[in-house]
């Protein structure tokens, strides 16, 4: 019992804040590349699923077993899926970083040499 409302309320979070990072994707306020937005809303659309599928597996124990292997290697792949999206975005944030940081020592260097 208590692991379902743990579920549930995991599944409220993921999606408000989803909600919330599409509402700052609009207004413009989140300077990320189109490829972190995609890895960051298949990752938040994969774990819901993941959580769905956790949260309907034990409904699934009276079924033919090879669905049942075939239901838990899907939840796996998408626990997966969800790891190795976590992983891609964390690399295009250190490269989005890096870039941002040698355009600033860049323009430094700049107002340096125009000083001299």
Known sequence: MIIRIIIY?????IAIALL???LRWMNGSRLISRTQKAYRL????SLEALLLMFLFGKSISGCNPLFQISYWCTATALAFI????????????????????????????GREKRKE
Do not use: N, P, Y
């Open 82 to 109: 969800v790891v190795t999206l976590g992983l891609l975005d964390v690399k295009a944030t250190l490269v989005t970083f890096q870039q941002q940081r040698r355009e600033m020592f860049s323009d430094l260097i």
């Open 42 to 45: 298949f990752a938040a659309i």
């Open 9 to 13: 309320a995991a599944i409220a979070v």
């Open 20 to 22: 919330a990072e599409v």
